[in-house]
């Protein structure tokens, strides 16, 4: 069964910084695509990050609205996701869901972990 | 960028059908996805590639995709199906855009 947790969500200042896992089981990190999704409170949903597979080259991409601040990684010894976050700002306040990618033709979610919730505030 | 547009909120009696719409220039030629998110739930993949629906899907959840509209229609609308539901193109060109739609309160009467 296919499942992803993640953690490292918590109240953190503005301009500080987080780290959040995701720790996957039922599959593996290295040879599937993963992404970064975020939901500010009472709003829709918004794509933050992405990263290929191991096959693929393990390329990275960020939304405009991270990029610079927000890094995604993974370490596939411990099967798990990261999102680095460095200088954050109160709009980044939002429920941060890790969900794996299709390897179909196309490209979209099948799986998504239940999120962490992270409050950027002085 | 691009943008996709849905209504802010639907609502229907159960039993009947709910059509939810997604606009986007020409968004005809590309695959839409929808997730269905109820309260402090993570979204769920009902419809993907436009019309495809994953395994344990309901054959009540079906989808469209033509012009500039993508549709998601719901038929027999039951009470569980209440929720937020989301449309999503993803452009993996250069620079892996990704665009959801702003999401549609989808209430049964």
């Known amino acids: 069964e296919v499942q992803l947790v993640e953690a490292g969500g918590g109240l953190v200042q503005p301009g500080g910084s987080l780290r959040l896992s995701c720790a996957a089981s039922?599959?593996?990190?290295?040879?599937?695509?993963m992404s970064w999704v975020r939901q500010a409170p009472g709003k829709g949903l918004e794509w933050v990050s992405f990263i290929y597979n191991d096959y693929s080259g393990g390329s990275t991409y960020h939304a405009d609205s991270v990029r610079g601040r927000f890094t995604i990684s993974r370490d596939n010894s411990k099967n798990t996701l990261y999102l680095e976050m460095d200088s954050l700002r109160t709009e980044d306040t939002a429920t941060y869901y890790c969900?794996?990618?299709?390897?179909?033709?196309?490209?979209?979610?099948?799986?998504w972990g239940q999120g962490t919730l992270v409050t950027v505030s002085s | 960028s691009y943008v996709l547009t849905q209504p802010p909120s639907v609502s229907v009696a159960p039993g009947q059908t709910a059509r939810i719409t997604c606009g986007g220039n020409n968004i005809g030629g590309k695959s839409v996805h929808w997730y269905q998110q109820k309260p402090g739930q993570a979204p769920v993949l009902v419809v993907c590639?436009?019309?495809e629906r994953p395994s344990g899907i309901p054959e009540r959840f079906s989808g469209s995709n033509s012009g500039n509209t993508a549709t998601l229609t719901i038929s027999r609308v039951e009470a569980g199906d209440e929720a937020d539901y989301y449309c999503?193109?993803?452009?993996?060109?250069?620079?892996?855009?990704?665009?959801f739609g702003g999401g549609t309160k989808l209430t049964v009467l």
């Open positions: 039922g599959f593996t990190v290295s040879t599937n695509y």
């Open positions: 969900a794996r990618v299709s390897r179909g033709g196309t490209y979209y979610f099948d799986y």
């Open positions: 999503h193109v993803w452009d993996s060109g250069s620079d892996h855009r990704c665009v």
């Open positions: 590639d436009d019309w």
